[in-house]
């Protein structure tokens, strides 16, 4: 199941500089696996992301990675970060690879504070 999270239209003038002179619309999604919620009776979250780009034709470009976390406040938190930054398709699984590893390293940190 997806719920929708948020959308953004890229900045023009951003888009501008880099070339591009059509709208580019950006819309980001927290998923579910409602078979693994039926088999385990827990939810495991992921992230959509879909891209539209209206030119002469419609293009769509999209990406999801599911299985990120149980976390549901973890998975808002990601979303958020992810859309605050514009991450489209093409960035998804660098920049949860990169949340991923700084949480990991500051968990370790956590950890070798306290013994």
């Known amino acids: ?16 500089e880099a070339g591009i002179d059509y709208p580019i619309k950006v819309e980001y999604y927290k998923i579910t696996n409602e078979e693994e919620k039926i088999k385990e009776n827990k939810l495991i979250y992921g992230i959509q992301i ?7 034709k419609i293009g769509v470009e999209q990406e999801k990675i599911e299985h990120i976390t149980n ?25 949860i690879l990169e949340i991923k590893s700084r949480q ?6 956590k950890l070798s504070y306290n013994t």
């Open 1 to 16: 199941m997806k719920n929708f999270f948020g959308s953004i239209f890229i900045n023009r003038d951003e888009l501008r």
């Open 50 to 56: 879909i891209k539209t780009e209206y030119r002469d």
């Open 71 to 95: 976390d549901e406040s973890e998975i808002t938190r990601m979303l958020s970060l992810i859309k605050e930054n514009e991450v489209t398709p093409i960035g998804l699984e660098d920049v």
């Open 104 to 109: 990991a390293l500051a968990k370790n940190k």
